[in-house]
């Protein structure tokens, strides 16, 4: 069964710093993987997806992320960030026609 | 295109009532999923449906049911509210088997 570990619960950053959210998944099969953000009473927006092709996938907002296989990570990077990419980041997985596997999510703090 | 689009956003409901939601996916899509978000759980996954029929489901009781009209519109419902139900209940449409769009969600308060 796919299974995603989102390994920080929280990551508290100043603005402009360059960041990191991690997710490692579990799966005997070949994934699709997603990364989505959440604002405050809002439902998950889409940030990037990876489907095949190049492990590195560039998204909105200028959010990033590498899929590596070996280390079946898929951790989400921004070089710079601002005060507005306060919010919760979800990482998903799915197995072909499964639906989707969400990490418990990482809330990403941007502070002046 | 109009997105996902969920109703109601709020409602307060009192434990023992039953309360139903109803969801309009992307025009086009006929794949239909739904999450239940609390803070201790994240997101665990409800139900999807495709064209009318069921195709997966998640490890929730009975009380929890949903269903898909020919329009591909959907609505779950949850039968006799307990506390631990009060949560952010999100529906998502999908074109194939790739991601999910979502709405913004009814919040449920079970007092």
């Known amino acids: 069964a796919q299974s995603v570990t989102q390994l920080d619960s929280q990551v508290p950053v100043f603005e402009e710093a360059p960041v990191e959210l991690r997710c490692n998944y579990s799966?005997?099969?070949?994934?699709?993987l997603f990364w989505y953000v959440q604002y405050p009473n809002q439902g998950l927006q889409l940030l990037l997806k990876y489907l095949s092709g190049s492990t590195l996938v560039k998204g909105i907002n200028g959010f990033e992320a590498e899929f590596n296989k070996s280390q079946t990570s898929f951790h989400l990077r921004k070089p710079s960030v601002h005060i507005s990419d306060t919010a919760e980041y979800f990482c998903?997985?799915?197995?072909?026609?499964?639906?989707?596997?969400f990490g418990k999510g990482t809330m990403l703090l941007v502070s002046p | 295109k109009a997105g996902v689009t969920q109703t109601p956003r709020y409602l307060i409901k009192t434990r023992g009532q039953q309360v139903t939601l109803s969801c309009s996916p992307i025009?086009?899509?006929?794949?239909v999923s739904w999450y239940q978000q609390t803070p201790g759980q994240g997101l665990q996954f409800l139900f999807e449906?495709?064209?009318?029929?069921?195709?997966n489901k998640g490890n929730f009781p009975g009380r929890f049911s949903g269903r898909q009209f020919s329009n591909s519109r959907s609505e779950m419902n949850v039968s006799t509210l307990e506390l631990g139900d009060s949560a952010l209940y999100l529906c998502?449409?999908?074109?194939?088997?790739?991601?999910?769009?979502f709405g913004e969600g009814s919040r449920l308060t079970v007092l």
């Open positions: 025009s086009g899509h006929r794949s």
């Open positions: 449906y495709f064209s009318e029929t069921q195709r």
């Open positions: 998903a997985v799915s197995e072909g026609y499964s639906t989707l596997t």
């Open positions: 998502a449409s999908r074109d194939g088997f790739r991601e999910l769009f």
């Open positions: 799966s005997s099969v070949s994934v699709y």
